[in-house]
């Protein structure tokens, strides 16, 4: 089974700066690929960002990168130059190769102040 | 991308009464579906995944005379609850896959269905 842990139940950042949240996950499986959902109060999930476990490089999208540190067992995502549209519930997520299932952290709340 | 349509996309019923919630597949065909159910401020809880053709696999805690999952063709299945009560408000999400291999995007969602039963 996979279990994915977000400790930050809730982050403050101001407008233009970054911001990291962090993803800690544990699995047995070799193979699985982790991901960043962002959800505003509209309530939509929107995919931000993959990174497959084999993968060499962190993942990157626009103002979004993972830092992937495999070891360690940590997926955290970095959000560049904060928007205010920024504000929403971001989940880590998890699916190994065998399963079916994506399992999700807790989620962060990121509100980005003016 | 890949779009996944969810309807009605907000629901209020009374106690006692069903509700159905569609999850369809736009432009591709989905061989596999999932339901989740989210409360406030929380995280997705995945109730059940269902394959076209096949019954519905339900997680461990839901009730599956409760919460009728059917997947009738590629690119729809549906959530009924019956005999809603309040503790069934909730918000829920489908999401609807293509394969079966570990691929980037691979759970499409949809937007999700607030239900308020009263």
């Known amino acids: 089974a996979q279990k994915i842990t977000q400790t930050q139940p809730g982050m403050f950042v101001q407008e233009k700066e970054a911001v990291t949240l962090d993803c800690t996950y544990d699995t047995s499986d070799p193979s699985y690929g982790l991901f960043w959902y962002k959800q505003p109060s509209s309530g939509e999930m929107i995919f931000l960002i993959y990174?497959?476990?084999?993968?060499?490089q962190n993942a990157t999208e626009g103002r979004y990168s993972l830092n992937f540190q495999k070891a360690r067992k940590s997926a955290n995502l970095v959000i560049s130059a904060s928007q205010l549209g920024d504000s929403a519930m971001y989940f880590c997520a998890m699916r190994a190769i065998n399963d079916y299932k994506l399992s999700f952290g807790a989620g962060t709340t990121v509100t980005v102040r003016a | 991308g890949a779009v996944v349509s969810q309807h009605p996309s907000r629901v209020i019923c009374k106690s006692g009464t069903s509700v159905k919630i569609e999850c369809r597949s736009l432009?591709?065909?989905?061989?596999?579906m999932f339901w989740y159910r989210q409360f406030p401020k929380k995280s997705l809880m995945l109730m059940a995944t269902s394959n076209e053709g096949s019954k519905a696999t339900y997680e461990q805690g839901v009730e599956k005379d409760k919460f009728l999952i059917n997947h009738a063709s590629l690119t729809l299945s549906t959530l009924t609850v019956t005999s809603a009560h309040p503790e069934d408000s909730s918000f829920y999400i489908c999401?609807?896959?293509?394969?079966?291999?570990?691929?980037?995007?691979?759970?499409?969602f949809g937007p999700g269905t607030r239900l308020l039963v009263l």
């Open positions: 432009d591709f065909q989905a061989t596999t």
């Open positions: 990174q497959g476990s084999y993968d060499q």
């Open positions: 999401s609807a896959e293509s394969g079966t291999a570990l691929r980037l995007e691979t759970q499409y």
